[in-house]
């Protein structure tokens, strides 16, 4: 089947398909410059192995690449560039990489000069290790000092560091089989990348205690080298790899649960469009509508009277979402933003309120913003928004959470986003960052017990930079992280990623779920100048609406046999019982859903790239 790349992806820019590389049992991706998906006999070890340039505001570099040499043969391969990395005031970063691939080890060196000198906020080697398989599970770490320390991957999602002053870490791939990463030239950590939803574990150069940003010197070499070696102890009795191509299977489970309700993201700047598409918005008929709320950016009065008119259409209920200033008395600013709701007449049904500075992130060695103490900003709440239920939680995403733990015992519900494009933006890493969320909610539940949970806006675009002063403006439609704006919400990739999302927080049992606004950069229906499917409606708009009407209905798990490529569950409500799959690549794929009794499906499905479909269930 022949799709047009931008009812796929919003932009016909398409990724470049990778090289693969082999040598024996080894092979790996290349992509731009950088390795991805590293295997060993069919198994991913690592993710990625990556050559990363970072600006002051933690944007990643697009270097130019020239003279790419490739050379393969049966048991190896051999990589060699040059890159180049232009920053403010044309200042450069030149760098040679060369890339050796054998059965049993791959070579990855890089040697950076700046002829100008350059500011980076960090240079060198970032290391995937891959989630599923991983978490939990046995490791090794040599410390640069040479001491050596039997640990484990967290299972639960580590706020800091888990990994620090790192020279090598080994873990098992498979019984028998064992890898063992090391890194040279610098001193090397990780982090638990699982905070920002990357599906991965990531050790990178220069510990984050050291000052950033900082000065490459000119014409100051900068060596770095990564080894990845196999240690196979399994001898002639080798398994073959698992065969592709084959139907996807999906077959009932025994989790169960009820289905969240849904919310949509609405904005003082987005306001008068949302209630001039009041129709399109009762159509969806969330049961939430989440008003957002920052006066430190001028929201007033008028934008109450904008949320009241936009209250009084919609029959589900409204929370309000305060970035609370705390330039003064927390309970001064929450009096004065409830005087301002009673002139308005706007009330909602819950308040979710949290500092405006516990939006943005405070990494390892930096200082932590002034801030009242949390149980202040909550007394304040309950004061100014008597019989309100108060939510807390963090504006941002999950990292700030589980750094600063809001007090429980002071909120009615916790709340947190996500956001797939903080780290890497290609198609393949987006998607994977739906394998992080059911850590995130488990990690969630671990510290918040059974207090009523809500996730939202978390949306492909970036609506705001915990990392930075800025997002990325993106006005050519790239796939660039931390962007204001991604062409791929306007495609079906968007509408495949919110029903992926939705399907792995099922069990974090969550009381609302926001994955839109209405209009605007992160909407349901387009602008004027954006093409679009159904008429100004996003594909997105399907999965937003479907999920709306699924809202209160049980649900069951399906067991897919490749839940990176195909979801599904099972919806029972008062419209039956239904199986809703989706395709979470850009390719087509065949699935065996006959054990889950799907009607009129035949035993296979095949499912259009980043396709859904609801199947009725046979009686």
Known sequence: MTVDAFQLYGTRLVDPPPVRLRAGKLEADLANG?????????????????????????????????????????????????????????????????????????????????????????????????????????????????????????????????????????????????????????????????NWSDASYKTYVRPLALPWPYEIPANRPVRQKTSLVIGDARGSTRPPPGMSGGAIKLEPGARTGTMPDIGVIITPEEADATLSAKSVLTEIAPQELLFHFDPGVGHGVDAFRRFAAIATVHRGRSTLEIALPCKSSPSSEAAEIARQMRLAEFRPDAIMISPSVDRQSTPPGSKWPECPPLDEVYTAARAAFPGIRI????????????????????????????????????????????????????????????????????????????????????????????????????????????????????????????????????????????????????????????????????????????????????????????????????????VDCGACRAADAGKELLLAPFATAALPLAD
């Not at 733990?405 to 780290?423: E, L, M």
């Not at 969630?444 to 930075?468: C, F, H, L, W």
């Open 391 to 590: 939510g807390g939680g963090v504006l941002s995403y999950f990292t700030e959470l589980n750094r600063k733990r809001v007090p429980a015992g002071k909120i009615d519900f916790v709340s947190h986003c996500t956001n797939p494009i903080v780290h890497a933006a290609d198609d393949l890493s987006v998607m994977q960052t739906l394998e992080s969320l059911p850590f995130i909610t488990r990690s969630v539940r671990a510290i918040y017990g059974d207090k009523p949970y809500r996730i939202g806006p978390s949306t492909i675009p970036m609506r705001q930079n915990p990392y930075g002063s800025r997002t990325m403006d993106n006005p050519v439609g790239a796939r660039i992280p931390m962007a204001n704006r991604d062409p791929r919400h306007n495609g079906r990739f968007a509408e495949a990623f919110a029903l992926g999302y939705a399907i792995r927080v099922l069990d974090a049992d969550l009381e609302c779920l926001t994955l839109s606004a209405l209009s605007g950069p992160f909407g349901l229906i387009a602008g004027p100048a954006e093409p679009t499917e159904q008429g100004g409606r996003r594909p997105l708009f399907n999965t937003v609406r479907t999920l709306s009407r699924l809202a209160g209905a049980s649900w069951q798990e399906c067991v897919s046999s490749s839940p990176s490529e195909v979801l599904s569950f099972v919806a029972r409500n008062a419209a039956g019982a239904r199986l809703h799959i989706v395709n979470l690549t850009g390719e087509e794929r065949k």
């Open 34 to 194: 950088n390795l991805r998906t590293i295997r060993y006999d069919g198994t991913e070890v690592l993710r990625a192995i990556s050559y990363l340039v970072r600006d002051r505001d933690w944007g990643t570099y697009s270097p130019e690449i020239a003279d790419l040499r490739i050379e393969q043969s049966d048991d190896r391969f051999e990589v060699a560039y040059r890159a180049c990395c232009v920053g403010p005031d044309d200042t450069k970063l030149i760098i040679d990489v060369r890339i050796v691939g054998s059965p049993d080890r791959l070579d990855f060196e890089a040697e950076a000069i700046a002829p100008t000198g350059f500011e980076t906020n960090r240079c060198g080697f970032c290391i995937l290790h891959p989630i599923v398989g991983a978490a939990g599970s046995p490791a090794t770490v040599e410390h640069v000092d040479g001491q050596i320390v039997a640990t484990r991957f967290p299972d639960l999602i580590e706020p800091w560091q888990p990994f620090k002053n790192m020279r090598a870490i080994t873990h098992e791939v498979m019984p028998d089989v064992q890898a063992e990463c090391r890194m040279e030239g610098d001193t090397f950590e990780m982090e638990d990348q699982r």
